[in-house]
Structures are given as C-alpha cells and as structure tokens.
C-alpha cells in the first residue's frame, strides 16, 4: 500500500514464507519515487494463530490508521501506526460480508467528508463496498458491486482491489486470479 504522508511516499508491503507462517510488514520511503531509503521490518510474527494479511493504511494529520484482516478468521482489525512504523492494536471492526462470506483482501480511503470507504474482496472472488463514519463499524452494500464472470477477463476471483479519490472521482484497480 502507498501513501503521501509527512511530504513522502510510504510503501507498505507485507513479506515472509509459507512453510512456517512466517511474515513481516515492512516499509520503505522516498521523496521523489527514485530514491528509496533502506526498508525497514516494522513488525515480524512467526506460527502465530493471526495470520494478519493486506494491510491498508490511511493517513490522518499526524497519525497513520492500518487496517488488517486476520486470514485465521476473516475478521478487520484496526491499528494505529505511530509516527508511520509502530503498529499499535486499537479494536476487531465490525465488518461483516452479507452471505456468510470470509473477508480477505481490503483497501480503505477517507474521503474530505470525513467518511471511509472500503472495497473488500471476499474468498470466493466477489468485491464489495463499505462504508464507516468512525473507523470501526461499518456499513457493507448488498450487492457486490463486482462478481467475476465465466470466460472474461476475471473468470476465476478478483483477489484485491485498490483505489483512490482525486477530484470527485474514484480510480480504481484490482489484481485478479486467472
């Protein structure tokens, strides 16, 4: 995940290997998206039974909110980064998919409203919208505003999307399984 925070782009990456569990969340920064300095392991866990997966990170004045979903039991949970490395756990979210769907992959934006938007692909390939005022609680729209379609370009499951607001528009992508 990137974001412009501090007069610098933040990338945001998870990393780590599949035999043992074991996964970090590191950073890298840079003024000019050229030079990069040295990436920095911000948080490392190991067998653990939170599996914490697709971060997605919104800055805030002088705070960085995360959110991560928990790959063990599908569940959002919010964290405040301080000073954009020290991940500090704030609260599970209530963010429930409609159909008994398991939440996977997520992106979140705050918009100049001050509201939060969320696109949320679910283990079956469905993408969803949602909606909170506060962070935590959030409100999911039925239907999915995209399902993959047999023999088209996102046949097997969309996997994550991203997206921003610029100018009253919403820019968007998505990483899909083939």
Known sequence: DFIFWRGEIWLYWRQGRIADNYRQLMV?????????????????????????????????DNKVYAWFVNASDYTLHLFEVRNGEI??????????LPLKRRLWHIDVAKLSNGEYWAL???RE??????????????NVHYPPVLKPKKNSWDCKRIHRATFAVYRGKLWFGMVHVI
């Open 28 to 60: 890298r920064r840079s003024a000019d998206l050229i030079h990069w300095d040295q990436a920095k392991v911000l948080w490392a866990y190991e067998g653990a039974a939170t599996r914490y997966c697709s971060p997605a990170f919104v800055p805030e």
């Open 87 to 96: 991940p500090i756990y704030i609260t599970r979210c209530n963010f429930v």
């Open 125 to 138: 390939g469905d993408l969803w919208f949602a909606r909170s005022m506060d962070r935590v609680n959030w």
């Open 120 to 122: 949320a692909c679910d």
